[in-house]
Protein backbone atom coordinates (compact mmCIF):
# COMPACT_ATOMS: atom_id res chain seq x y z
CA UNK A 1 0.00 0.00 0.00
CA UNK A 2 1.42 3.14 -0.88
CA UNK A 3 1.45 6.00 1.64
CA UNK A 4 2.56 9.11 1.66
CA UNK A 5 3.11 11.06 4.82
CA UNK A 6 3.67 15.32 4.93
CA UNK A 7 5.17 16.69 8.22
CA UNK A 8 6.63 20.02 9.39
CA UNK A 9 3.71 22.60 8.24
CA UNK A 10 3.20 25.71 11.56
CA UNK A 11 2.86 29.20 11.88
CA UNK A 12 5.29 31.51 11.08
CA UNK A 13 5.74 35.25 10.59
CA UNK A 14 5.89 36.67 7.21
CA UNK A 15 9.54 36.56 6.13
CA UNK A 16 10.13 33.14 8.00
CA UNK A 17 11.21 29.52 7.13
CA UNK A 18 9.57 25.85 7.14
CA UNK A 19 10.94 22.49 6.19
CA UNK A 20 8.24 20.27 4.83
CA UNK A 21 9.17 16.58 4.53
CA UNK A 22 7.02 13.78 2.96
CA UNK A 23 8.14 10.13 3.61
CA UNK A 24 6.88 7.73 0.96
CA UNK A 25 6.59 4.21 1.54
CA UNK A 26 4.50 0.88 0.03
CA UNK A 27 7.16 0.40 -3.18
CA UNK A 28 9.49 1.40 -5.19
CA UNK A 29 9.76 5.23 -6.46
CA UNK A 30 12.50 5.21 -8.55
CA UNK A 31 10.70 5.92 -11.42
CA UNK A 32 8.36 8.60 -9.95
CA UNK A 33 8.00 12.28 -10.52
CA UNK A 34 7.31 13.78 -6.90
CA UNK A 35 5.45 16.85 -6.84
CA UNK A 36 4.21 19.42 -3.57
CA UNK A 37 1.57 21.39 -4.50
CA UNK A 38 -0.73 23.93 -1.95
CA UNK A 39 -4.36 24.78 -1.98
CA UNK A 40 -5.36 27.64 -0.28
CA UNK A 41 -9.44 28.13 1.45
CA UNK A 42 -11.91 27.99 -2.23
CA UNK A 43 -9.04 27.81 -4.21
CA UNK A 44 -8.07 24.79 -6.79
CA UNK A 45 -4.83 23.12 -6.39
CA UNK A 46 -1.81 25.04 -7.25
CA UNK A 47 1.31 23.34 -7.85
CA UNK A 48 4.28 24.01 -6.34
CA UNK A 49 7.46 22.20 -7.46
CA UNK A 50 8.27 19.07 -8.74
CA UNK A 51 11.49 16.73 -8.95
CA UNK A 52 12.21 13.73 -10.40
CA UNK A 53 13.54 10.52 -8.16
CA UNK A 54 16.55 9.77 -10.84
CA UNK A 55 17.87 13.38 -10.08
CA UNK A 56 17.39 14.41 -13.90
CA UNK A 57 15.51 17.74 -12.97
CA UNK A 58 13.65 20.44 -11.04
CA UNK A 59 10.86 22.96 -11.73
CA UNK A 60 8.94 25.36 -9.75
CA UNK A 61 6.12 27.69 -9.85
CA UNK A 62 6.72 31.25 -10.68
CA UNK A 63 5.32 32.52 -7.21
CA UNK A 64 7.92 30.02 -5.05
CA UNK A 65 10.79 30.54 -7.61
CA UNK A 66 13.61 31.88 -5.58
CA UNK A 67 12.20 31.10 -2.37
CA UNK A 68 11.54 27.33 -2.58
CA UNK A 69 13.85 24.65 -3.07
CA UNK A 70 12.44 21.07 -3.36
CA UNK A 71 15.57 18.31 -2.71
CA UNK A 72 15.28 14.22 -2.05
CA UNK A 73 17.02 12.39 -0.37
CA UNK A 74 16.69 8.12 -1.93
CA UNK A 75 17.90 6.51 0.47
CA UNK A 76 15.55 7.89 2.95
CA UNK A 77 12.27 7.70 0.36
CA UNK A 78 11.95 11.49 1.26
CA UNK A 79 11.31 14.33 -0.20
CA UNK A 80 11.67 17.40 0.86
CA UNK A 81 10.17 21.22 0.15
CA UNK A 82 12.12 24.12 1.91
CA UNK A 83 10.31 27.19 2.55
CA UNK A 84 11.98 30.94 2.75
CA UNK A 85 11.03 34.14 2.61
CA UNK A 86 7.52 33.32 3.36
CA UNK A 87 4.79 35.56 2.41
CA UNK A 88 0.78 35.51 4.14
CA UNK A 89 -0.07 34.59 0.60
CA UNK A 90 1.84 31.19 0.81
CA UNK A 91 -0.63 30.07 3.41
CA UNK A 92 -2.23 26.62 2.41
CA UNK A 93 -2.57 23.41 2.80
CA UNK A 94 0.48 22.00 1.45
CA UNK A 95 0.21 18.07 -0.47
CA UNK A 96 2.83 15.87 -1.80
CA UNK A 97 1.91 13.57 -4.61
CA UNK A 98 3.68 10.89 -6.91
CA UNK A 99 3.11 9.81 -10.46
CA UNK A 100 4.70 9.26 -13.54
CA UNK A 101 4.48 11.86 -15.60
CA UNK A 102 6.76 15.12 -14.82
CA UNK A 103 3.89 17.35 -15.15
CA UNK A 104 2.16 20.67 -13.29
CA UNK A 105 -1.21 18.67 -13.74
CA UNK A 106 -2.76 17.40 -10.37
CA UNK A 107 -4.71 14.94 -12.13
CA UNK A 108 -1.57 13.36 -13.51
CA UNK A 109 0.17 12.37 -9.76
CA UNK A 110 -1.14 8.99 -8.75
CA UNK A 111 -0.86 9.39 -4.85
CA UNK A 112 -1.01 11.96 -2.27
CA UNK A 113 -0.29 12.69 1.26
CA UNK A 114 -2.89 14.14 3.61
CA UNK A 115 -1.27 17.63 3.61
CA UNK A 116 -0.04 19.63 6.01
CA UNK A 117 -0.92 23.09 6.89
CA UNK A 118 1.31 26.05 6.12
CA UNK A 119 0.01 29.67 7.89
CA UNK A 120 1.96 32.88 7.28
CA UNK A 121 1.26 35.48 9.99
CA UNK A 122 1.84 39.24 8.54
Known sequence: QV???????????????LRLSCAAS???????VMGWFRQAPG??????????????????????????TISRDNAKNTVYLQLN????????????????????NPGRYDYWGQGTQVTVSS
Do not use: M
Open 43 to 68: KDHEFVARITWSGSGTYYADSVKGRF
Open 85 to 104: SLKPEDTAVYYCASGLVATT
Open 26 to 32: GRTFSND
Open 3 to 17: QLVESGGGLVQAGGS
